[in-house]
């Protein structure tokens, strides 16, 4: 199954669509619908749609109908030839950051009811950087999602062990179902104590409201984060009920009108660890695939990075709404150790991807206490859209602002399908930015792009210096339709060397969608002090490995399993992920595992911290399943003739002067092309801006390399 990728760049290949299987990755963000689709030669067709508020499975038919109309083919055809059909999407992440999620009672252990609300110490810091921590007046825990009022307390008692302490009544049963039918509920969480070593409270209980309340999203703890930590996994259940019924009813009509239109395979959910799952499980699992969009550039990041010999990454992806980063360490995109989803700790596997509301479509305001310019982080999303697309919107934004200092072509934008309103980007800064600050229209414009550019630099330092990375090891790849526009901006502010924005930057994220591989996660927490017993250590591995194969279903792909057994010193909080190399495992491995965690506790802790003979501690067993779906390989552009690139010149604003800007058609340039700047190098869906003293050489695969610092080393 395995082919050659290459981008068409929004043109049919030669011959139209391929014979036999298509994969198909679409990621749906606030503003626009991707589309990736690739062929089993390994070429690669992409479409864009504006997404459709309310409606996301529209713009998710529009855009594999824009992907099917550059292949000459109606939608229909391409469907019922795609074989694995992949999906990401924001909605259920913008419903938490918006605080527009479902209505919620959580059902917890009675005396237990205040633990969201006491949570951690650490989390009135979470999420912020060095300086923003040292503004103590302005520390302060997340506010939960559960109302004080919609938290009950269960009478009922399991122990460490699993032993029933306070048996679970009948009556109690009914007092509790009784107390949520007197409220307006749209879900129900369910994490009682202990309940990973013995679920069947919150099963009793779970069944109890499905039968008596039809219609309730129910969540229990032991199903979606089934470990220890009662904090983080109450939360993990919380969040998982708060955006899960809007993700339920979203998923279910667009798998029906995916069939309608004439999909035939079981549709894939890509997860925020980077890997795809069954649709139909998806929302179950809401709290996995929140982070699903921004985890599809990531990976689609590691992929290209290792054709291009790029084994440290900072992966920015600039949309309507956001700007994500994350990194790729040695070839491998990093997993977060302490996931948080806006400031909330979950046990949720996830690559590690920050955002901030720093996008196209990021609202430019000034502060009425303060008298300042800020931008962000609402966002005129898709509806009406920046004051520019003429859907109206009336308040200025960074596309706005882009227009305006001449940076976009009112009529190539888009792919050529909107046509962009100068005037209307015109009278919306003049009004809302540049009377009130006193200043110019295109002094408000520059400041405007002055505010994102830091504000997505000062993202990317929280990445990586403070994190001890050094930015000069890192290649960044800038993509999304708006990361080319201003990487030249906030990659050279980090010290980076370069930046790639890859051949098929507008839809990056879709691509990897489509590229990955199926993943399936399985945990649970059984705490015992090492030596543990190894015949009940490996009746929990398979039972765990069986579930992942059983939740996957994926026969047609080759299969592998990872095992982990996650170990702590006694009493400390600090685990560490040991690798069990084989099983069954026997009390001479069962042994070795302890050596094993010694040395990988040094190697995070620094040397000496682990001290031999305290007593050690196995907390949760971990399997990752992984079915390994196409391997799409990079092969080189196709020759063109570069001679004809430059289709013209216009002034272009940088620093607040204009210059006279060279205008190129990225589809005409050929490989071992150099673009001096300043520049623009138009392409469908985006615009790479290149700033005076910068350049830009295309590479054998057509993906465009922008070097800060040309004067001190060559470009490739």
């Known amino acids: 199954m395995g082919g050659a990728l290459s981008s068409t760049n929004g043109h049919a290949p030669a011959g139209g669509i391929a014979p036999g299987s298509l994969l198909v990755g679409v990621d749906t963000g606030g503003t626009f619908t991707d589309c990736a689709i690739v062929d089993d030669r390994g070429r690669v067709v992409t479409g864009k749609a504006l997404s459709t508020k309310g409606r996301l499975q529209r713009g998710v038919l529009d855009a594999v109908a824009n992907a099917a109309e550059e292949l000459g083919v109606r939608t229909e055809e391409v469907l019922a030839r795609t074989s694995v059909f992949c999906h990401a999407t924001t ?68 122990d460490v062990g699993g032993s029933v302490v306070l048996a679970l009544t009948d009556g109690e049963i009914d007092r509790v179902v009784e107390e949520l039918a007197a409220r307006e509920l749209d879900a129900v969480a369910i994490s009682l104590l202990w309940s990973f070593a013995n679920p069947a409270h919150e099963r009793a209980l779970a069944d109890a409201v499905r039968r008596r309340l039809p219609g309730t999203y129910v969540t229990c703890s032991s199903d979606v984060a089934p470990v220890l930590g009662e904090y983080e996994r109450t939360m993990t259940s919380v969040i998982n009920a708060y955006v899960g019924p809007t993700l339920q009813s979203y998923l279910d009509v667009l798998k029906a009108e995916l069939a309608s239109a004439g999909l035939r395979s079981e549709p ?52 309507g709404t956001s700007f994500d980063v994350s990194l790729v360490v040695d070839g491998e995109p990093v997993l977060s150790a302490e996931p948080e989803l806006d400031r909330f700790a979950v046990f949720a596997p996830m690559i590690d991807v920050r955002s901030i509301g720093a996008g196209g479509g990021s609202i430019a305001h000034v502060d009425p206490e303060e008298r300042v310019l800020r931008v962000g982080p609402r966002s005129a999303g898709a509806e009406p859209g920046p004051a520019c697309y003429g859907r109206g919107g009336t308040v200025p934004t960074v596309t706005d602002a882009n227009l305006v200092l001449g940076r976009l072509d009112r009529d190539r934008f888009f792919g050529g399908r909107l046509r962009l309103d100068l005037d209307a980007a015109t009278r919306a800064i003049e009004t809302h930015v540049a009377r009130p600050m006193g200043m110019s229209v295109v002094e408000a414009a520059t ?59 507008p839809v990056f994220s879709a691509l990897g969608v489509a590229a990955a591989d199926a993943q399936h996660f399985a945990r649970i927490s059984a705490p015992g002090v090492m ?76 040397r000496g911290t682990a001290v031999p003979h305290t007593p050690i501690e196995a907390v949760t067993y971990e399997t990752i399943t992984t079915a390994h779906i196409r391997p799409p390989e990079l092969q080189t552009a196709p020759p063109r003739d570069g001679s004809a690139a430059q289709t013209g010149s216009r002034g272009v604003f940088f620093a607040g002067a204009e210059h006279e800007t060279a205008v190129f058609d990225g589809l005409r340039l050929a490989p071992a092309d150099v673009v001096q700047g300043p520049a623009l190098v138009e392409c469908p869906g985006t615009t790479v801006v290149v700033h005076p003293n910068q350049i830009m050489a295309v590479d054998d695969y057509g993906n465009f390399e922008l070097v800060f610092a040309p004067a001190r080393e060559e470009p490739r």
């Open 531 to 606: 030596p543990i017993d190894a015949e009940a250590a490996n009746g929990t591995f398979s039972e765990l490995a069986e579930r992942g194969r059983a939740i996957l279903g994926l026969s047609d792909f080759p299969v592998s399993q990872r095992l982990l057994i996650w170990m702590r010193f006694r009493n400390q909080t600090q685990e560490v992920a040991v690798p069990i190399e084989r099983l069954p495992l026997t009390e001479e491995s069962v042994a070795g595992l302890v050596d094993g965690f010694l040395e990988l506790y040094e190697a995070r802790y620094g």
């Open 268 to 319: 894939l959910m890509m997860q925020s660890n980077g890997g795809v799952f069954p649709l139909a499980g998806a929302a179950e699992h809401a709290v996995n695939i929140l982070n699903s969009g921004p985890a599809g550039g990531v990976i689609a990041s590691a992929m290209i990075g290792r054709v291009l010999g790029h084994p440290n990454i900072i992966t920015t992806d600039v949309g």
């Open 447 to 505: 400041g405007i792009v002055d505010i994102a550019d830091n504000a997505m630099a000062d993202l990317v330092r929280r990445m990586t210096t403070e994190r001890g990375h050094d930015a000069r090891q890192f290649t960044i790849y800038a993509f999304g339709g708006g990361g080319p526009v201003h990487v030249a901006a906030y990659g050279s502010t980090i010290g980076a060397r370069a930046a790639i924005i890859p051949a098929q930057a």
């Open 91 to 158: 909605a259920g992440l913008n419903e938490l950051y918006t605080r527009s999620g479902a209505r919620v009672a959580l059902l917890t252990t009675l005396g237990h009811e205040d633990a969201i609300r006491i949570g951690r110490v650490y989390l009135k810091a979470s999420g912020m950087g060095d300086l923003e921590v040292t503004d103590v007046a302005r520390l302060d825990k997340p506010a939960p999602v559960v109302g004080d009022t919609d938290v009950i307390g269960v009478a009922e008692r399991i």
